[in-house]
Nanobody, 127 residues
């Protein structure tokens, strides 16, 4: 059974940093398109970053480019999202998700194509 468990959320001041983790079980995450999504109250779920199978390529939404880094540790079957220079508008529930490998190429930030989801971890950035 595929399971994704996020951790690492919290409350920080603007300009601070956090690292989110997502531990996968039931499958090998390096063979899938893995992504981070977020959803703020009253807003639609937004794709933040994805990493291609094997980790050789990443894709980011424009609003986080240069500030966020997605990575994975294959030995630990764990996905990470390093978030620097956090802004109040980054406040949201952050979700880890997995999809079949080709999703990274055809619809990398489209939540509808991701079939496996974690429970989410809250990130709150105060000004």
């Amino acid at each position: 059974q595929v399971q994704l468990v996020e951790s690492g959320g919290g409350s920080v001041q603007a300009g601070g940093s956090l690292r989110l983790s997502c531990t996968a079980s039931g499958y090998t995450s390096s063979s899938y398109c893995m992504g981070w999504f977020r959803q703020a109250p009253g807003k639609e779920r937004e794709g933040v970053a994805v990493i291609y199978p094997g980790g050789g390529r990443q894709y980011y939404v424009d609003s986080v480019k240069g500030r966020f880094t997605i990575s994975q540790d294959n030995a630990k079957n764990t996905l990470y999202l390093r978030m620097n220079s956090l802004k109040p508008e980054d406040t949201a529930m952050y979700y880890c998700a997995a999809a079949f490998s080709r999703v990274c190429a055809i619809a990398p930030l489209n939540a509808d194509y991701f079939g496996y989801w974690g429970q989410g971890t809250q990130v709150t950035v105060s000004s």
